[in-house]
């Protein structure tokens, strides 16, 4: 007995094909999109993306996720303004009273307490300044989050440059541990963007730049 096909025309890319009489569906050979066909007369085209779909929840969560680390980062740069303010407090109080009995010891003191204070607030404006420059839709910032991943699981970091809206993040394994060195494995050996490396905190790229990270692996 023959065999008897329907020919259709894939939505997708517009190919011709062959469809079995009596299957309900497809796929297209030359790009995958898959078919529903209902008749001989009669079909119907459904091409569901599911690694879009995919790809769209990954990118959610890996944004969630950007948000909390950045919280994170935060409450850290808080909790340093603190201390750095509280310290150059303490050194001028000392000093003040330090002034009483010994007036050249105590003005070193409030001379120190005041640098500590003057250095914490230029750096945290300095901070500030770079949190609020403008980023285009086509654009992503780097976060301080962002410097320094050596050493850092490079999963972890790559969740950071794609939450943050960089398209083009690869992670390359080196293969280059062995028994002895184990522990190393999955850390960061370096990061670089367009083949730079030499990039800080503030710094705006378009977020299909290629971002290249390496780490250690067995």
Known sequence: MAIQFVSVRCPDCGAELSIENGREQAF????????????????IYRNIDEARIKEAENERI?????????EK????????LFIA??????????????????PLAGMWGIIIGGYIGLFTFI?????????????????????????????????????????????NVIA???NDLNILSQRKNGQVEAVTINGNGDFDEGDVYPREANILITYHSR
């Open 85 to 102: 303010y509280g310290v150059a407090l303490g050194f001028v109080l000392i000093g003040a009273l330090i002034c009483i009995a010994e």
């Open 73 to 80: 980062e935060n409450s850290r740069s808080r909790k340093s």
């Open 28 to 43: 297209c050979s030359y790009c995958g999109a898959k078919v529903l066909v209902h008749n001989d007369n009669e079909h």
């Open 123 to 167: 750096k945290s404006d300095e901070k500030k300044k770079k949190q609020k420059k403008y980023v285009s839709p086509n654009e992503a910032v780097i976060t301080d989050s962002m410097i320094g991943c050596e050493e850092k699981n490079y999963n972890s970091v790559v969740m950071l440059f794609r939450g943050a809206g960089f398209t």
């Open 62 to 70: 890996l944004r969630l996720r950007e948000l909390e680390l950045e």
């Open 172 to 174: 390359v394994p080196l």
